[in-house]
């Protein structure tokens, strides 16, 4: 049994989820709390070769969408199996930027794969490790898109073949990840993205600080 916290960030790009997790990173070392951040796909050296294949690879070009599915959730298998299960077992809390909604919002809604055999496929990879709190970081698709404009210009341009999809389909992830939000509301916390970072932070503590005291009990 878990003796640990797992809490996942998820949402549209630029919602500011990376921006979040290092506050709160910070924040709860500040207490004496034991944190690992991680990045799906991504986290471990496989995952994060899969994660060059998925979205950098000059050669990702013909992906199919079942491939995608599978290729995330190889990640998956591989970063709950040799980081998330572990730290958990041994009192950490873990931070993930992003996790299993993002293949239901992005393969499901986006890339309109049969949420069933998404979710088969979602449980397979991760068995019993479950999340037990996701921040769900909302903003308005024009938010998204100035956040990323802005930081492009700052940054060498890289290649995102996921980024590339048009925007149908951003709209369909961003309806996915609403549904994800309101079909579980006890674990799905639903944060308003686009507020200034500091109160985004202010409202991220509110919901995380209350449930603190369950890490290390069994
Ligand atoms: N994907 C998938 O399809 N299926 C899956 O199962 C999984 C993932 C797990 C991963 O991309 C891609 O994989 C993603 C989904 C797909 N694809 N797309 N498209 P990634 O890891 O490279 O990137 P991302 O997850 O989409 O996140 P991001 O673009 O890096 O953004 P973020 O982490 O959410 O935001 P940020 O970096 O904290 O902030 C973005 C900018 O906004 C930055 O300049 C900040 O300084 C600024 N910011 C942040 N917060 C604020 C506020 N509150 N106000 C103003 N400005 C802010």
Redesign the pocket.
């Given at each position: 049994m878990s003796k640990g916290l797992f809490i996942t960030f998820e949402?549209t790009?630029?919602?500011?989820?990376?921006?979040?997790i290092a506050a709160l990173a910070e924040q709860l070392r500040a207490l004496g709390h034991r944190v690992r951040q991680l990045?799906?796909?991504g986290g471990t050296p496989i995952g994060e070769e899969i994660r060059h294949t998925?979205?950098h690879s000059k050669d990702n070009h013909a992906m199919t969408s079942e491939a995608?599915l599978l290729l995330?959730n190889a990640s998956?298998a591989q970063l709950v199996r040799e980081v998330i299960r572990p730290a958990l077992a041994n009192g950490e809390i873990v931070l993930s930027?992003?996790?299993?909604d993002?293949?239901t919002a992005?393969?499901g809604y986006?890339r309109q794969l049969d949420l069933d055999k998404v979710k088969t496929v979602i449980e397979f990879a991760v068995g019993e490790t479950k999340p037990d709190l996701t921040l769900f970081?909302h903003v308005p698709a024009e938010v998204s898109a100035e956040?990323?404009r802005?930081?492009q210009t700052n940054l060498p341009f890289v290649r995102?073949r996921?980024?590339e999809a048009d925007q149908k389909f951003f709209e369909r992830v961003a309806h996915g990840f609403g549904v994800i939000a309101a079909n579980e509301p006890q674990r799905v916390k639903f944060i308003n993205?686009?507020?200034?970072?500091e109160i985004?932070c202010a409202k991220i503590w509110e919901i995380v600080q209350p449930i603190l005291p369950k890490v290390g009990r069994w």
């Open positions: 949402g790009e630029g919602c500011g989820k990376s921006t979040q990045r799906e796909p998925l979205k995608e995330m998956r930027d992003r996790f299993y993002s293949t992005y393969q986006g970081l956040r990323l802005s930081r995102d996921i980024e993205g686009a507020q200034p970072v985004v």
